[in-house]
């Protein structure tokens, strides 16, 4: 990861944006205020799917546990046909 302050990626924005596009690195600009990541968008989209995953993933245990808690109805094809109707 590369620290810059936002004088110097002012200044170097194009740089940076190369530098994160093509090298995959990912660029912390530092600000009164806090700072900021430049991230290149393939990365950033794979941690949404992380992120999603990690999600669905959770909601499937909890399935199971509710599974195994005896927390389930079961209906037979003809009868979710009917209730489909």
């Known amino acids: 990861m590369t620290h810059v302050n936002y004088n110097v990626a002012l ?3 194009d740089g940076l944006l190369d530098t994160v596009i093509e090298e995959y690195d990912t660029v912390s600009i530092a600000t009164d ?3 900021a ?6 990365e ?3 941690m949404l799917r992380i992120k ?5 993933i959770y ?3 909890r399935s199971l546990k509710q ?5 389930i109805i079961i209906k037979s094809l003809d009868e ?5 109707k």
Do not use: R, S, V
């Open 11 to 13: 200044k170097n924005f």
């Open 33 to 35: 205020k806090g700072a």
């Open 37 to 42: 990541i430049l991230i290149n968008a393939d």
């Open 44 to 46: 950033w989209n794979d």
């Open 52 to 56: 999603h995953n990690a999600a669905y």
């Open 59 to 61: 909601m499937l245990d």
């Open 67 to 71: 599974a195994e808690d005896g927390c």
């Open 80 to 84: 979710l046909e009917e209730m489909a």
